[in-house]
């Protein structure tokens, strides 16, 4: 008789809060970053009001953040070094692929 061998297969489901933790990190490790477009709270999740939102195709995120820039930085090139930090860490610590990372600038922090 043959043997039949079957594969598990298994699964892993990444939160979104982890996720939208993950972006947070992500960006305000970015020199020139003043801080994000509100705050990241509980309230502000289950709203999906919050500066970080995410949303799940399939597999897939789209991250959408707004962030707020040092006075006297280039915004652009604080944006841009945003999007490929965020996408680079999501990828990198939980595994989920991202489609894109929009940021937009909400505002100039004067220090």
């Keep these: 008789m043959g043997e039949v061998k079957k594969e598990a297969q298994s699964k892993l489901k990444i939160s979104e809060d982890v996720i939208i933790t993950v ?3 992500a960006a305000l490790d970015v020199k020139g970053v003043a801080g994000l477009g ?3 709270g509980k309230m502000s999740k289950l709203r999906n009001n ?7 195709m399939g597999d897939v995120a789209a991250v959408d953040m707004k962030i707020k820039v040092k006075y006297g930085e280039k915004a652009a090139a604080i944006a841009e ?3 490929s ?3 680079e860490n999501i990828q990198n610590m939980t595994g989920v692929a991202v489609a894109r990372v929009n940021v ?8």
Excluded at 50 to 56: A, D, E
């Design 38 to 40: 509100g705050e990241v």
């Design 23 to 25: 972006a947070k990190l």
């Design 85 to 87: 930090a965020v996408k």
């Design 50 to 56: 919050g500066p970080i939102k995410v949303s799940m």
């Design 104 to 111: 937009t600038i909400s505002g100039a922090v004067f220090e």
């Design 81 to 83: 070094e945003v999007q």
